[in-house]
């Protein structure tokens, strides 16, 4: 019994550790920063292209809506700050598959950095736009 | 998937970081705050390097979104049958969008 307990604790101490390093909230947050462009990606091309086929003014009237709208203006923010994540977590998966930065403290250091730039080019956009 | 079709997501990837960035800077952020209009637009994609560079990034983002839609779904270890119907319908929605995005340049430049 002793000894089930041990191994039952130690298989949840690995499970939850995964959960306090940054590389696996990175991982996750890749993936669902990349689904959420996928969704965009679809609704951006059916929008476009549906709205061009009813006509100029029709296509005129859904870009003011959808670009005057504060929930959308917050929303394309949010879109960018996605895009920024996603391109620059990625710029640091490309990194790895060419051998550099794979060390433990050089992958945290690395994803800091990307993390920074993204960080400042999102809030540059924020001030541009408001 | 094998070697040749994650090679493609990662070259699709550096293509992306390019021509999206360019597409965002060129649509968006350069006239951050204006509503765009159809005329607008027409001037912006009125050089044939503009008009190919989102072409390339359509054709590119689609292959990367359903690369990456399909990694995501083969980490829930669904049986190879499920696989094929799944990559089958996301294959058929990626064309059919590939084909509205062209239609949709086609449109601007008519």
Known sequence: MAKNETTLSLAFKAKTQVWTTIGMWAWVLHRLTGLGLVLYIFIHILLMSTSLLRGQQAFDAMLSYLMGHPVFQMLETLLLGAVLYHGFNGVRILLFDLGVGIGLRSQKVLFWIFMAIAAFLWLWSIVLKF | ?110
């Not at chain 2, 800077?25 to 159809?38: C, D, N």
């Not at chain 2, 054709?59 to 696989?83: E, M």
């Open chain 2, 1 to 110: 998937m094998n070697a040749w079709t994650w090679l493609l997501q990662r070259i699709s990837a550096c293509v992306l970081l390019i021509t999206l960035g360019l597409h965002l800077w060129f649509l968006h952020i350069a006239h951050s705050g204006e509503v765009l209009r159809y005329s607008e637009i027409i001037q912006r994609l009125g050089t044939p390097l503009l008009i190919a560079l989102d072409i390339v990034l359509l054709i590119f983002g689609l292959y990367h979104a359903v690369y990456g839609v399909y990694s995501v779904f083969l980490d829930f270890g669904f049986g190879l049958k499920t696989r094929v119907i799944f990559l089958g319908l996301l294959v058929m929605a990626a064309i059919g969008f590939l084909g509205l995005g062209i239609y949709g340049f086609w449109a601007f430049l008519r």
